[in-house]
């Protein structure tokens, strides 16, 4: 099946499949959240990007390997409604940006800094802090040695924009810098964006658009 990243609440799960690693995006709770699921094929080690909402669908999800970690890509309450039943559940390590960690009310086993490394088996994934919608807001980058790179944006960028900046023209400023600066001008167009709500898109497909982004401010 060729994957779409195109997912509902209430439906079925939508598979990425890579050499490396399988990425399973589901939607839950009331806000149509994506939870993304990292499966590591070499040694079947998971992890969880945002235990949004839903625990027992995302645990059905999980299955019976569990997961190693649950990363919660910002502090927002809809990205986090499920993760204290998934951490009771699985014994899963807790990874958010430094600067959010106070606003999630389950303890951050580690604290994520721009650059830093999280892995998942054999896999690795670098953290990209990006301000503006929140103040620790953080992005994950898999680069595929086998093809293009795939990132995980949170609520940092979407098809059509980056995220809510609450018509605070600083945060504005702050979040396109950080997004063009650390995502657009290092990645390539072939980049495959996975955002916290709604379907996924590429680089390629937003970069051509940056310049209206600046100009309405939003």
Request: glycine residues 12%; hydrophobic residues 35%; charged residues 20%.
């Amino acid at each position: 099946m060729t994957y779409s990243g195109q997912v509902t609440v209430g439906g079925p799960a939508d598979v990425h499949e890579l050499k490396d690693l399988m990425i399973t995006k589901i939607a839950v709770g009331p806000m149509d959240n994506n939870a993304y699921l990292l499966r590591c094929r070499a040694t079947d080690a998971q992890l969880l990007i945002d235990a949004a909402n839903d625990a027992g669908t995302l645990l059905g999800t999980i299955g019976d390997d569990g997961i190693a970690s649950v990363v919660t890509t910002h502090q927002h309450g809809d990205h986090w409604q499920g993760l204290a039943e998934i951490v009771a559940a699985t014994g899963a390590r807790t990874y958010a940006g430094r600067d959010d960690a106070e606003g999630i009310p389950v303890p951050t086993d580690v604290l994520v800094d721009d650059g830093d490394t999280i892995t998942v088996g054999r896999v690795t994934l670098t953290a990209r802090h990006l301000v503006g919608h929140t103040p620790g807001s953080i992005a994950l980058v898999y680069d595929d040695p086998h093809g293009h790179p795939h990132v995980f944006t949170g609520d940092c960028l979407f098809p059509g924009g980056v995220g809510n900046t609450r018509k605070n023209p600083e945060a504005f400023a702050s979040l396109l810098h950080d997004v063009e600066t650390k995502i657009f001008d290092v990645l390539p167009d072939e980049t495959w964006v996975y955002p916290g709500h709604g379907n996924d898109t590429t680089l390629g497909a937003e970069r051509p658009h940056l310049p209206e982004w600046h100009a309405r401010g939003w």
